[in-house]
Structures are given as structure tokens and as C-alpha cells.
């Protein structure tokens, strides 16, 4: 199969860099194209960005040229990692001019007629861009997937949410530092310390739970009939969002119930086998002391939710751990899978 060229807005940042990760040997998709901010533009790869992924720059990324953030050269498909306080109009200004834009950044994730996707979870969602192309009159479209604290806490709920609904969820997270791009939070502000406030995440976890679990019905999404409270903290930890969750049931569960119902989950990119899927997409860990960051966030390629810890919650029902990569499944790891579905779907024919 001849692979389908991919550009990259805001290439030179940290989850762009994982794109260009993840995307060096993908079996369908090849980068062909990049851009980034004025400070990057007209310079080689290798030279605007300030590589921070373990694994050695990909040999084929190095000498391509960076771009300004103007479509007309770029290939149809563009995966966007731009900074949100850009994102907005630029991923606009590509949709309208006919790219399909599979954006991580935050600014349309909760716009009306534009999918807020993670195909293990909502795949049927995807269908929302037909009323987004039809009301924008754009030849192309926008998809976006979760912030990176939503998308763990979300992976955990569906499978329990399928089987006995949810009435109230409570989140208390604990977020590694590249969930703040580069060079991100202060040495001095981190080390040794825990910051209890993230600028608009718990609003962002709160409102996107919501839609993520929300019904499709005539072109819009209902909102899930859940409440959901978020607490949201930047600990020192390089990789991998922990969250301490504890939720309410509409039906009740044992705990072996909500446990089979973590294992047995599959949906979608299973089904289809994608190329990014995990295989199982919510892993139990049995051990009193799991997830932890340590050993767990690269689970199934740094694309699984691993939980551990479910017991009775006195105020709730239940309370568990979930831990998941935030720059794997909480970002480019995130898009490619709906980029995947949206292939496997005919979306980009
Ligand atoms: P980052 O490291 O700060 O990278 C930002 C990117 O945007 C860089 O490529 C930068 O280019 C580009 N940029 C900045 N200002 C620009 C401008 N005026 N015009 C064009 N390009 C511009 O941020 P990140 O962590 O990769 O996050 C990228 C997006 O993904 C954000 O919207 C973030 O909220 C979202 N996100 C991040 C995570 C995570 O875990 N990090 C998870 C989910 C979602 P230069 O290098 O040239 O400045």
C-alpha cells in the first residue's frame, strides 16, 4: 500500500516531537511535511528543534524543511500540535482551505459540530464532521481528541459507564510535567514540590468527560447525564498522568463486575486491529501498589489505561487508580488512532 502523506503544525514541540515518533515506521502514514512558529520557519528540522523524545530523532525527519503555518503546499492530512493560544484559527484556516485536520490542541474540542474522538470510546462521534463540512461549507475538517488527563480518566469510566451508567465521578489528578510542553513548569517550582493548580485543565476534564460519554443524536452530541468534580495537580514526574478516581453507579456492581468489565472491554480499533490500537485498551493490575509510573506507562506502547486499586469508596461507591502516557495516549499517540479510524472509515478517500 502506498503510504498517504502527513504534514505536522507545530512540529518542533513536545507532542509534535512524538509524533514524528511514532510516526517513523507507521505502515500507512509517512511525514512529508512541517511547520512550525516564525522562530522555526525557513530552517531544517534538525536545526529548529530542540529534541527532547529518548529515541534518536528519525534520519528522515532531520533535513525537512520547517514551514511557516500557511496551507497550499501541505498534503491533505495534518496532524496539529500547535500551541492553543494559535491553534484555533490556523487549524480553521487549513479545514476551510480542504486539510483534515487532526488536531490535539484544545480550542474546538467542544465546538458543537466538531468530533471530540477517542475511537475506543466514541468512534460513532466521527460522524459529526458531515454537519460540521455542511455548516462551515468547508472541503476539509477538524477532529480533535481529549486533553491528556481526560482521556485515562475517560478509558477507565467507559467500560463501567456501558454496563451500570454513572451518576457522579470524582478526579484527583497527578500530572507530569511534559503535559506542559517545553520547556514547561520552573525547575525551581517543581522539584521536591506539588502544584495544586493547572490553569483551565479541571474545567477542560469536567466538560470533556461529559461529551467524550455523551449520545450522538441528530447530528449533536447529548452530554453525558453525569456529574463529574476534577482536581488537578503537577507533580515532579516526567511522563504519565496518575488519577485517584472515585465514582457513583447507576445500577449497582461488585467489584468483580467492574473489574470484568475493564478486561473484557474491546471496541473499534480492535475490532479494525488498527496499527496504533492497544490490544486491550484498559489493563487491570492486581498488585496492592499499582499503576505506578515507574512500570506501567509504556503499557501496550504507552496506549493503554492501567487500573489498579478498586475498592468500596464510603462517600461514592467505588474508588480506583488509573494511570495513562500523556504524550502518547493523551496526545500524538491520541490523534494518530483517530487519524487511523478515520482512514479505516473512508474519511480520508
Ligand atoms: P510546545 O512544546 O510548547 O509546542 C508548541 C508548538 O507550537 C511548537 O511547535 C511551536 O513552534 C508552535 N508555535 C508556538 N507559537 C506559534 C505561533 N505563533 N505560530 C505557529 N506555531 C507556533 O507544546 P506541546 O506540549 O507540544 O503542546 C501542543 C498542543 O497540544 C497544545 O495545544 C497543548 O495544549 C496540547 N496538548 C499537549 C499535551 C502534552 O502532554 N504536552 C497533551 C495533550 C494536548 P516553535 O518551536 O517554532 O516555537
Known sequence: M????????GATGMVG?????????HPWFEVKWLAASDRSAGKTYGEACNWRVRDAMPKSAAPLPVHECKPGSAPKLIFSSLDSK???????????????????????????????????????????????????????????????TTIGLVMSLAP??????LAKVMMTSMQAVSGAGYPGVPTLDILGNIIPYIGGEEEKVERETRKLLGKLT???????????????????????????????????????????????????????ELPSAPKHPVIVREEKDRPQVKFDVDSERGMATVVGRL?????????????SHNTIRGAAGAALLNAELMKADGYLD
Not at 463501567?160 to 451508567?165: K, T, V, Y
Not at 478516581?245 to 463486575?257: C, E, G, K, Y
Not at 475498592?311 to 494511570?323: G, S
Open 2 to 9: 502506498k503510504k498517504l502523506e502527513v504534514g505536522i503544525l
Open 17 to 25: 516531537q512524538r509524533f514524528i515518533s511514532l510516526l517513523e515506521h
Open 86 to 148: 494559535v491553534a484555533g484559527e490556523i487549524e480553521k484556516e487549513f479545514a476551510h482551505a480542504g486539510h483534515v485536520v487532526v488536531s490535539n490542541s484544545s480550542n474546538h474540542r467542544m465546538d458543537a459540530d466538531v468530533p471530540l474522538l477517542i475511537p475506543d470510546v466514541n468512534p460513532d462521534h466521527l460522524a459529526l464532521v458531515r454537519a460540521q463540512r455542511h455548516e462551515r461549507k468547508w472541503k476539509g475538517m477538524i477532529v480533535t481528541n481529549p486533553n491528556c
Open 160 to 165: 463501567i459507564e456501558r454496563q451500570f451508567g
Open 218 to 272: 441528530d447530528s449533536r452530541v447529548e452530554m453525558g447525564n453525569f456529574i463529574v468534580s476534577a482536581h488537578c495537580n503537577r507533580v515532579p514526574v516526567e511522563d504519565g498522568h496518575t488519577e485517584s478516581i472515585s465514582i457513583a453507579l447507576r445500577t449497582p456492581a461488585q467489584a468483580a463486575d467492574i473489574a470484568a468489565a475493564w478486561r473484557k472491554y474491546r471496541s473499534r480499533p480492535q475490532e479494525l
Open 311 to 323: 475498592r468500596p469508596c464510603p462517600v461514592l461507591e467505588w474508588k480506583y487508580t488509573a494511570l
